[in-house]
């Protein structure tokens, strides 16, 4: 297998990875706050669900570049990753405004864990993109 393969099935697998570990840590691990006392939900809820979904497509979409062979396609879904994962960024406290108090999970918790790994996922597609482009070219 050449260098650049080996290159890209890693990057592949990593972007598997990460999407997995934020559509699963949002949920089990870097969630945000429970339920309230009356039933109700706070809007920090609404974020973590937000999130839920972007992570379950990203998570869809790094499979489907395990699955295709051709280069065209896996660029265009690492493509299409790069803004979803954005996305998922700015979800928690930008597009959804979060709890107010400073100390709450969903802002001590959930949305670094959010903004770092969605940050990661954006960065490794663009590598793979970038080192993808720059092997075809050689």
Partial sequence: MKKSNTFEKLTEIILVLLSVILTAGVKFLFHACGQKE????????????????????????????LIFSEEKKKRWIKIIMIPTALTAVFVPNI????????????????????????????????????YGRKNKES
Avoid: N
Avoid at 50 to 63: A, P
Avoid at 114 to 129: E, P, T
């Fill in 38 to 65: 009356d039933g109700s939900w706070m809007h920090c809820h609404d974020a973590e669900q937000t999130v839920f979904v972007l992570g379950i497509m990203l998570t869809v979409m790094s499979v489907l570049m």
């Fill in 95 to 130: 597009l959804i405004h979060m709890c107010m108090m400073k100390g709450m999970r969903c802002l001590s918790v959930m949305r670094p864990a959010v903004i770092i790994i969605s940050l990661l996922i954006a960065a490794a597609a663009a590598v793979s993109i970038y």
